[in-house]
């Protein structure tokens, strides 16, 4: 094992209501396991010195303790010291200074001094009934363990979170945690770390707890969204693994990409705006008549192609008869009128020369057959080529269009790239677009979101299977959109094209719900209920907006220099 690499360890277990010193011998239980098997680091969940599920307000406030004098934390830095071992906890927390309660994590180094002390900040229903929104931001550490950074269960749910925390330098993400849904462990988690590039190392627990079930789904993800240990469902024990922290600084991507080097800071600015002067404050709340809203929208994976001999006339007639199966939203591919999935500045050109041709075709379609069609191609403008996609109307009217904001290298060699999210209102709901590369920012779908869309077009030509198992539904999940990822057959990872819904599916394996279907011309539909989509609440009284924290969000546009050392 190299000098950098350590052992980690994210304990799965359940801690006692209101029993501290019950709850400190569980933790130097598993410390003690650790030490024997030479591991670094050790995670406990969240709120593990008292349990989660109180009586009430008055009682939360009896049994959380303070940073400075409680028994947990004193208990937890004898057992760093005894074992020369670093310690990560949850905890309840009382701040007599701010006189509040907080959900709060801590990690203590091998001398038992306490080096992060994190606040949570995304509160789920039960937790606004004792704890206060954190305050505290984002504290990345230098440690022997790497830049450390926290979030605490639903934290993950929000991509701001992990997304501030890795921006402001994070390797590793310590996650202590009370899973009650298991897509938060295995759908979130994993794609948390792939779209950051991070390690997470999330412990949770596992058992009864008063009224409330936890599952478990204890985990060590690396900076990939590879899961490389995990506890059983319902068991105690330890998730162990060897973490590099190094691996983190590599933020490379396909076609090589950076995940962190190519954002776009510059047009990210809505998501540090207040909750109040955002469109989605107004939109969330504007009456609707659901029968009124509901519709057929499809994926139409058809494309022109030399491999899947396919012409341009060919992809027309699909679409046609996808519009007469009653879809009124279809979208195309990425660069549909190529043969080629990679675009090359020649390409780029004559896709720009036939592109009133192009749209004049889609746009019969649309007048005959009474639909909206997104053509995603290459428009000039004023001698520059840029990445265009096209949502055209019942009338054949262009009701929007989009230029592309995050340009992968090959793009980059012709292509200029947009700077805004636009967000149209149409007959079909409030419809907002990215394009391929995009959708690997989370920050790209999330100020469609802000934006107040309801429907998000998702053209694209993905180059691996984790674009689509890991990153599709949260998109969707996240900003309570509908997300219609359109796909090419010839793309590194090709077909898979299918519609995320604003609510999320019942079974959290995006393999189980959709198959990837590989072939030219399939069609994928689901109905789209925009009610659903203009509900922005992920339970009751958790809002995926209006509860966010976007005072602390300053890394999403700060123009400063990120640790990456892509191609390395």
């Known amino acids: 094992m190299k000098s950098y690499e350590y052992r980690a360890a994210a304990v799965q277990t359940l801690a006692k209501m209101g029993d501290v010193e019950a709850n400190l011998e569980i933790c130097a239980h598993y ?36 940073i400075k004098d409680g028994k947990f934390i004193h208990g937890l830095a004898k057992l760093a010291r005894q074992y020369d071992v670093y310690i990560a906890s949850g905890l309840s927390e009382w701040d007599p200074q701010a006189e509040k309660i907080f959900n709060t994590g801590i990690l203590l180094d091998r001398k038992g001094e306490l080096v992060v002390h994190y606040h949570k900040q995304f509160l789920t229903t039960h937790d606004q009934n004792w704890f206060k929104f954190g ?19 639903f934290d993950g749910r929000i991509p701001e979170i992990p997304r501030c925390t890795a921006l402001k330098g994070a390797q590793v993400i310590l996650d202590m945690a009370n899973f009650f849904l298991i897509d938060q462990a295995e759908l979130w988690r994993p794609a948390r770390a792939l779209e950051n590039g991070v390690w997470i190392c999330a412990a949770t627990k596992a058992g009864q707890e008063r009224s409330i079930y936890y599952p478990g789904g204890s985990m060590i993800v690396d900076p990939r969204g590879e899961v490389k240990a995990k506890v059983a469902w319902d068991i105690h024990g330890m998730a162990i693994s060897n973490i590099d922290p190094t691996l983190a600084d590599d933020k490379h991507y396909a076609l090589t990409a950076d995940k962190f080097t190519d954002r776009r800071p510059d047009t990210y600015g809505i998501l540090t705006k207040p909750y109040e002067q955002t469109p989605v404050s107004k939109t969330s709340v504007e009456p609707i008549i659901p029968s009124q809203m509901t519709f057929n929208m499809a994926a139409a994976q058809t494309h022109v192609c030399e491999s899947h001999p396919t012409t341009l006339d060919r992809v027309i007639e699909q679409v046609t008869h996808g519009a007469r199966f009653g879809i009124k939203v279809m979208v195309l591919p990425e660069y549909v009128a190529s043969p080629n999935w990679r675009i090359d500045e020649a390409e780029a050109r004559r896709l720009a020369g036939m592109n009133q041709e192009l749209l004049q075709k889609f746009a019969e379609v649309c007048k005959t057959e009474k639909c909206a069609l997104l ?3 290459v428009e000039e403008v004023d001698s520059k080529l840029y990445p265009t996609s096209f949502l055209i109307g019942l009338e ?6 989009y230029r592309k904001v995050h340009l992968f290298s ?27 590369y995009d959708g690997l920012f ?28 890991y990153l599709l539904v949260p998109r969707a999940a996240d900003n309570r959109c509908a997300v219609i990822l359109a796909n090419r057959v010839d793309a590194p990872y ?40 203009r509900q922005k609440n992920m339970m009751a009284n958790v809002h995926m907006f209006a509860k966010r924290q976007p005072w602390t969000y300053g890394a999403l546009t700060a123009q400063h220099k990120v640790v990456s050392v892509a191609g390395k």
């Open 396 to 401: 054949g009217e262009i009701i929007m269009s």
């Open 494 to 533: 090709g077909g898979g094209s299918m519609v995320a819904l604003p609510a999320q599916f019942p079974v959290w394996d995006v393999d189980k719900i959709a198959p990837n279907y590989p072939d030219m011309h399939k069609i994928v539909l689901e109905v789209v209920e925009i009610a659903s989509a």
């Open 410 to 436: 090959d793009e980059q060699q012709w292509g200029t790239a947009g700077s805004e999210y636009p967000v149209v209102n149409t007959s079909y709901g409030r419809m907002g677009i990215m394009m391929g």
């Open 375 to 377: 053509v995603p191609n």
């Open 442 to 469: 989370p920050e790209a779908a999330r100020c469609l979101g802000v934006n107040g869309a309801d429907v998000i077009l998702w053209p694209t030509r993905m180059q691996d299977k984790k674009e689509r198992k």
């Open 135 to 153: 305050e505290r931001g984002f504290p990345v550490v230098e440690t022997e363990l790497g830049r450390v950074g926290m979030m605490i269960c």
């Open 31 to 66: 410390v003690k396991q650790a030490a024997q098997q030479n591991i670094r680091v050790i995670v406990f969940p969240e709120c593990m010195n008292v349990g989660y599920l109180y009586d009430s307000q008055p009682h939360a406030r009896q049994i959380a303790e303070t």
